[in-house]
């Protein structure tokens, strides 16, 4: 057995699978869309202490033979052959993707029965929701020995958000072991109510322990951030594909008419991350500074801004809104942007302000054809300096827990990737939930 470190490195990679694969938010909402699961009675510990013997009925241990902590270290082969493999759509094959990498069936290769991998994925992916994630999670096993055939029992111990009712995160355990077909046998809560310990029984053994605990260290809960990705289609394939292949949500914003679009629609839709179409639009020094083909420039008639709408839509289909590239002047023209906004509306669309200058008038014309939008906080990596992106990102995460919520945009370059790859999961360990975009869109 290796130490607690394999144990998380264990649940970060299934978690990893689980986002890299898009399914995280497919399985929560078929587990939320189940028949209402009641709660278990919740003991208190008065009543713990009280001479309780509920779990009579379970496999008791009789004796315990060696206690072992962490998990074994699994092979990275299967984790590798995940990215070059089609994404998991569907229940079924997640959970079958999953048992593969943890280990199939009702024991381990040591011939103890076990709780099923299929279990422990459920339960993970009904937490990713709530803004749990790897690093909120400590695993341990430890061999019991029964009366009847030693098994194993796997123990999370889980630091939950501390805005959220700790119940909120028991409904989403009791519902996964449900749909598991398992059973949660007992929930005993805290005389401080920070604290839930869950028992899930699996074939009449008391296989998972779940400890909730509710951790004043989330400083970002209940905060939310969507982060945007510009200029897709003018980079490298390969660093393009190492943004849509992060492991968090981003909204990848694909320059239209490019002969790369495809492609990297097709990619990041199966990536699980939401597409703008990087809409050009004319800046105050055009034409030496040219936004490519499609621009929309302030001269232009009614008629040619809604046809280099649909052109550009066109390009990109599965687009779910548009932001501007560039466009300092024709974000500031109000005519420019009534026709812009009313043929983005009228596509069922929506659109996001880069705020390439901070005179735009994007906010106070979408308000008058309650055209759903929102607004850029800034560009994180105006300067391409690590300590600079780091400071951003800083000021950004400030923000949204001011005001709830920040939308922020960076560009395909090596520094801003080495830094969300390296931040972005610290803040979500304090909380922060990171989003795609469209879930920050304002509707007037």
């Keep these: 057995m290796s130490n607690n470190r394999s144990g998380n490195s264990k649940i970060k990679k299934v978690v990893w699978i689980l986002s890299l694969l898009g399914i995280a938010g497919l399985i929560f909402f078929k587990l939320s869309s189940s028949p209402s699961v009641p709660l278990p009675k919740m003991a208190s510990e008065a009543e713990r202490n009280d001479g309780d013997d509920s779990l009579n009925h379970l496999s008791r241990p009789i004796t315990i033979d060696r206690v072992e ?26 959970v079958q993707e999953i048992e593969e990498f ?14 099923p991998p299929s279990v422990q994925a459920r339960v993970i992916a009904a937490l990713i929701p709530l803004g749990v994630n790897e690093k909120n999670i400590k695993i341990t096993e430890r061999l019991r020995v029964s009366a009847e055939q030693p098994y194993k029992v796997t123990r999370y111990e889980v630091s939950v958000n501390n805005a959220q009712p700790i119940q909120t995160f028991v409904l989403a355990v009791t519902q996964a072991v449900t749909a598991s077909k398992a059973e949660v046998v007992r929930s005993e809560i805290s005389n401080d109510e920070k604290k839930v310990d869950v028992v899930v029984s699996y074939q009449q053994s008391p296989l998972l322990e779940i400890s909730l605990i509710q951790d004043s260290r989330f400083k970002y809960a ?6 945007i990705i510009d200029d897709f289609g003018l980079h490298s394939e390969e660093l393009s594909k190492r943004f849509l292949n992060l492991p968090f949500p981003i909204t990848a914003a694909i320059i239209p008419g490019k002969s ?13 991350k939401d597409i703008l179409i990087h809409l050009p639009m004319e800046p ?22 809604e046809t280099n709408l649909q052109r550009a839509l066109k390009s990109i289909p599965k687009a779910v809104g548009f932001n501007n590239h560039m466009g300092s002047r024709a974000t500031e023209d109000p005519e420019v942007m009534h026709h812009v906004l009313k043929t983005i509306k ?30 850029s906080a800034g560009f994180i990596d105006d300067v391409d300096e690590v300590r600079q992106i780091e400071a951003k990102l ?18 395909i370059r090596k520094r801003t990737l080495e830094t969300l790859t390296r931040m972005i999961p610290q803040l979500q360990a304090e909380g922060m939930q990171i989003v795609s975009v469209s879930s920050l869109v304002k509707y007037f």
């Design 69 to 94: 902590e962490g998990t074994v270290q699994r092979d990275s082969q299967f984790l590798r052959s995940l990215k070059k493999g089609p994404a998991i759509k569907t229940l079924q094959r997640a």
């Design 102 to 115: 943890l280990g199939q069936g009702e024991f381990d290769e040591e011939g103890f029965a076990i709780i």
């Design 222 to 227: 209940g905060v939310k951030m969507a982060v």
């Design 260 to 272: 790369e679009v495809k492609f990297l629609a097709d990619y990041a839709i199966q990536q699980g």
């Design 284 to 305: 105050k020094n055009y034409p030496f500074q040219d936004p490519g083909p499609g621009v929309i420039l302030v001269h232009h008639s009614k008629k040619e801004i």
């Design 346 to 375: 009228e596509l069922d669309k929506f659109f996001i302000d880069s705020q390439t200058t901070p005179h735009s008038v994007v906010l106070a014309v979408a308000k008058t054809l309650n055209c759903p939008t929102n607004v």
């Design 394 to 411: 800083v000021q950004y995460a400030a923000m949204a827990k001011k005001n709830g919520s920040v939308i922020f945009i960076g560009h």
